[in-house]
């Protein structure tokens, strides 16, 4: 059973940052291609960033792009998230997960970020 442990989210002012980690356990970590989704309440979740299996390859939301830079860790099997120039609409809960082609695994909890002043 693989799991997602998400981290790092928190309250935070607009204009302000923060960076979510997400630890995964499972060996072929490496060989996957990992992104982070994030769910606002009453939405859907969306694909906001993801990486490559090889890590040079990285996508971006329009609605992210250009605040927000995701890179991967393979000796340590962790995704992150470095995200800056918050917005109140960046509120929601973060999750980390595969991306297409890799196969989809259980979602883990998540980490809530909240953009408030």
């Known amino acids: 059973q693989v799991e997602l442990v998400e981290s790092g989210g928190g309250l935070v002012q607009p204009g302000g940052a923060l960076r979510l980690s997400c630890a995964v356990s499972?060996?072929?970590?490496?060989?996957?291609?990992w992104g982070w989704y994030r769910q606002a309440p009453g939405k859907q979740r969306d694909l906001v960033a993801y990486?490559?299996?090889?890590?040079?390859?990285?996508k971006y939301s329009d609605s992210v792009k250009g605040r927000f830079t995701i890179s991967r860790d393979n000796d340590r099997k962790t995704v992150y998230l470095q995200m800056n120039s918050l917005k109140p609409e960046d509120t929601a809960v973060y999750y980390c997960?595969?991306?297409?082609?890799?196969?989809?695994?259980?979602w883990g909890r998540g980490t809530q970020v909240t953009v408030s002043s």
């Open positions: 990486t490559m299996s090889g890590g040079g390859l990285t």
């Open positions: 499972e060996s072929s970590f490496s060989i996957s291609h």
């Open positions: 997960n595969t991306v297409y082609p890799s196969t989809l695994r259980s």
